[in-house]
């Protein structure tokens, strides 16, 4: 029995150490990245099923800034979608033309296959480039034809539904409109009435606006490898007729400010438009 004892306690301070050195190395790791690439400040947890094993904040910001999620929003999208299953608003097998029956593709026999399912799987056909179309108009009609326009324009891939993985921002977009539907909310009142509120998210937001109002941090958002507000602000000089070196000025304060770079590893070339 003591003996059992024994080889049950070396294993715990085994495992206690190998999970110190690991998280070590994990911290070594952050620390170097976030030198190299002039990261503000991090926050990690890692988790395993109910558990957590590692959580930490690096920087010299406070946990409570607010930054763009990006793609990391998804699993809020995929948690509203199941909750409506669970419901039985929704089933994970309904075709997307049951809910949205403005879905429709230049291939027909494409869209009228594509479920619930092959959205959140990220396996409906639709094109990897895709992702980037937001409708400018507030009005649900509106949104609903540019979508419908949209979609039209585009080559699905009718071999890949249900069977080849081709990430695309635009199956998760379809499912915020699925969650509108289906729930009768929009889509920002949805998650924050079911998931923020539920969770205590009292400083995460689903639209831009209520982030700004509470005060969004400006993170460097990366274009072709440059700063997206940096690339705007090359482009509206352009339009705005600017003179080449004025441009390579600011292209050179920008590496200069946020990279160190004594000089661009680049080229700017920009034709002016007639």
């Not at 990006?70 to 509203?80: D, L, M, N, W, Y």
């Not at 509120?197 to 941090?217: R, S, W």
């Not at 990279?259 to 700017?268: I, Q, R």
Request: include cysteine; charge should be positive; charged fraction near 20%.
């Amino acid at each position: 029995m003591k003996r059992k004892i024994l080889i049950i306690f070396f294993l715990f301070l085994f495992c206690n150490l190998f999970a110190q050195n690991t998280f070590k190395e994990i911290d070594i790791f952050l620390e170097k990245q976030m030198q190299t690439w002039h990261i503000p400040n991090i926050s990690i947890a890692i988790t395993n099923k109910d558990s957590i094993l590692y959580i930490k904040e690096f920087g010299n910001d406070n946990s409570k800034g607010n930054y763009l999620i990006g793609s990391v929003s998804k699993p809020f999208t995929a948690i509203a979608t199941m909750q409506l299953v669970e419901q039985g608003n929704i089933n994970l097998d309904d075709f997307v033309k049951k809910h949205l029956t403005w879905f429709e593709t230049n291939n027909k026999n494409i869209s009228d296959r594509i479920t619930i399912r092959h959205l959140l799987n990220q396996t409906s056909g639709l094109p990897k480039n895709a992702g980037f179309f937001t409708p400018l108009s507030q009005n649900q009609v509106e949104i609903e034809r540019a979508y419908k326009n949209y979609i039209l324009s585009l080559n699905a891939n009718e071999i890949a539904v249900g069977k080849e993985h081709i990430y695309c921002n635009l199956n998760y977009q379809l499912l915020g409109q699925i969650i509108q539907k289906a729930s009768g909310f929009k889509y920002a009142d949805y998650v924050n009435k079911h998931i923020f509120i539920p969770c205590e998210m009292n400083n995460t937001f689903a639209t831009y606006q209520e982030t700004q109002n509470f005060g969004l941090k400006m993170a460097i958002n990366t274009f072709l490898a440059i700063p997206s507000k940096e690339v705007l602000s090359i482009v509206i000089m352009a339009l705005q007729q600017a003179t080449l070196p004025q441009i390579q000025k600011i292209y050179l304060n920008f590496c200069k400010a946020y990279l160190k770079w004594e000089k661009p590893k680049m080229t700017v070339c920009l034709q002016r438009i007639p």
